[in-house]
């Protein structure tokens, strides 16, 4: 089977440039999560789908951060305008079951973003 | 809500055995393990839910206490294989969100 997706794997910008960041799931995976990983922390939720809809978006910084999922399966994350905090790996996740984190979610190879 | 782990990092030699800890200051309903090696994606060992459950994978076991909101990830007759920064993640009773702790980095040498 395979794996979850993303492209690209780097990307430097400048600040208050604009990035985008792809993520297909594991096929059939209902629950799709992005994360952001500064370097040295663990991951940190930042926004949860299930199908179409938005689960949990409470840390996504929304005034920056933009995020979709058309028609259930890939997702798009969007910052506008990136700033040097920004910087840091930003990893996709699926897992099968709608609903619910006790599913295992399984790990894309990450998005790693420097921000000048 | 982030979950504490100790020790942050630690070096064991080949056959050595090492403890991580995980606690959380709310009431947790699950508790997931992930090992990350460098520049890699965290990559699942397993999930423990509330009742005082251990689960094992190979020489990988992990209890849950949930009274203590506490977990702990045993690994024995440690492998270079198990180097790798180590990761718990915590789901609080009555919510959906999953938060991880600061990660501990384990260092298996020959």
């Known amino acids: 089977e395979a794996g979850v997706a993303q492209s690209p794997r780097y990307k430097i910008i400048e600040k208050r440039q604009s990035v985008a960041f792809w993520c297909n799931p594991i096929?059939?995976?209902?629950?799709l999560y992005w994360y952001q990983q500064i370097l040295g922390q663990g991951p940190k939720l930042l926004i949860q789908?299930?199908?179409?809809?938005?689960?949990?978006d409470s840390q996504l910084p929304k005034d920056r951060f933009s995020a979709e999922r058309l028609k259930g399966v890939d997702s798009t994350l969007k910052i506008q305008p990136a700033k040097l905090e920004d910087s840091a790996v930003y990893l996709c996740?699926?897992?099968?079951?709608?609903?619910?984190?006790?599913?295992?979610?399984?790990f894309g190879p990450g998005t790693r973003l420097t921000v000048l | 809500q982030q979950p504490v782990q100790s020790p942050q990092a630690v070096i064991l030699r080949e056959g050595e055995d090492a403890v991580i800890n995980c606690s959380s200051s709310?009431?947790?309903?699950?508790v997931h393990w992930y090992r990350q090696k460098h520049g890699e994606a965290p990559v699942f060992l397993m999930i423990l839910l509330k009742g005082g459950e251990q689960k094992g994978h190979e020489k990988i076991s992990a209890s849950f206490n949930e009274k203590k909101q506490q977990s702990s990830l045993y690994l024995t007759a440690s492998q270079l294989s198990y180097s790798g920064t180590y990761f718990c993640g915590t789901e609080k009773t009555g919510a959906n969100n999953l938060f991880f702790g600061t990660g501990t980095r384990l260092t298996v040498i020959p």
């Open positions: 996740a699926s897992s099968s079951i709608a609903g619910g984190m006790t599913d295992t979610q399984y």
């Open positions: 096929s059939g995976h209902a629950t």
């Open positions: 789908f299930q199908n179409n809809g938005v689960v949990d």
């Open positions: 709310k009431a947790l309903y699950s």
